[in-house]
């Protein structure tokens, strides 16, 4: 589900910014970005997210910059003058005069290492805060834009019961020149007075029933129905997305058994608002 929060805090000597955002997507595939110091913490940090972000394309982004001079590199003194012994001693037996010797020792791996740097559980804990700070700005925004998804799914199931419930005159209409029609072709091969009225009913009633859209059309009510229900609750994308292709299953089977271009209106806007209500089925929790 779309979602963005951020935080600044300063911790100790260091300046912090934490971004949390997310797109729709039908699982949770996060992504987090965090200094190497905390690195340990990752797994903690993924599970409490995991738990809370549910479902979306989510990244987390920390990082800092420092207020003060920090020394990232730490100069190996023993090893500096041993190696300096060793150099200054080669060059007097050899005869060269004079050297760069501090620009030679400076390559000579593990003379620089870096500073180890251990992780600071008072710092941690302030940091893990900022990070709920901007999750909790986060889940605002998502309720936000939720509140949104809900009044439009509820004006598109709307739009959908509004169609369906025009069915009904179409219906009708089909009905009786289904009835007309056989029955100008019957005349037209049998005599009127030889056509037996019983048989004619029975045949009739037999062809309309192939046609008859009595179960979708009660089904499809219920399934908007359930849906709109479906909306005041929580964490129930997957299955507003299940509900979603029962709804889309009924419209199919009314438009094939339509065999009239007034129904088939009809279920081209029904068709296009369930199409619009699943591109944001993916954005609900």
């Avoid at 200094?35 to 990752?42: A, L």
């Avoid at 100069?75 to 060269?96: C, H, Q, R, T, W």
């Avoid at 309720?143 to 005159?169: S, W």
């Avoid at 909306?231 to 339509?258: C, D, M, V, W, Y």
Wanted: aromatic residues 8%.
């Amino acid at each position: 589900m779309t979602g963005f929060g951020k935080a600044d805090g300063t911790i100790g000597n260091k300046k912090f910014t934490v971004e949390l955002r997310s797109l729709n997507s039908k699982q949770l595939d996060l992504n987090i970005r965090i200094p190497g110091t905390y690195r340990e913490k990752e797994l903690e940090l993924r599970s409490w997210l995991s738990d809370n972000i549910q479902r979306g394309k989510a990244d987390l982004l920390v990082y800092y910059e420092s207020l003060e001079a920090e020394k990232r590199v730490a100069i190996n003194k023993p090893l500096m003058m041993a190696y300096y012994a060793d150099l200054k001693s080669f060059s007097e037996e050899a005869g060269v005069s004079g050297g760069d010797y501090l620009n030679a020792l400076m390559r000579i791996p593990d003379v620089l290492k870096p500073e180890s740097t251990e992780l600071d559980e008072e710092e941690w804990a302030a940091l893990f805060s900022l990070i709920k700070e901007a999750f909790h700005r986060f889940d605002t925004y998502r309720q936000l834009e939720g509140e949104k998804l809900t009044k439009e799914f509820h004006q598109r199931i709307a739009l959908i019961e509004e169609n369906r419930l025009a069915l009904q005159e179409p219906i009708k209409v089909r009905n009786q020149r289904v009835r007309e029609k056989l029955r100008n072709n019957l005349e037209e091969l049998i005599p009127i007075d030889k056509i037996d009225p019983n048989r004619f009913e029975q045949e009739l009633i037999y062809y309309l029933e192939r046609l008859d859209i009595s179960e979708e059309y009660q089904r499809l009510e219920t399934n908007c129905s359930h849906f709109s229900d479906e909306l005041t609750g929580a964490s129930q994308g997957k299955k507003l997305g299940f509900i979603s292709q029962e709804i889309g299953r009924e419209i199919n089977t009314i438009g094939s058994k339509a065999n009239d271009a007034d129904m088939q209106r009809l279920v081209v806007v029904m068709k296009d608002e369930l199409e619009k209500i699943k591109e944001q089925i993916n954005n609900v929790l």
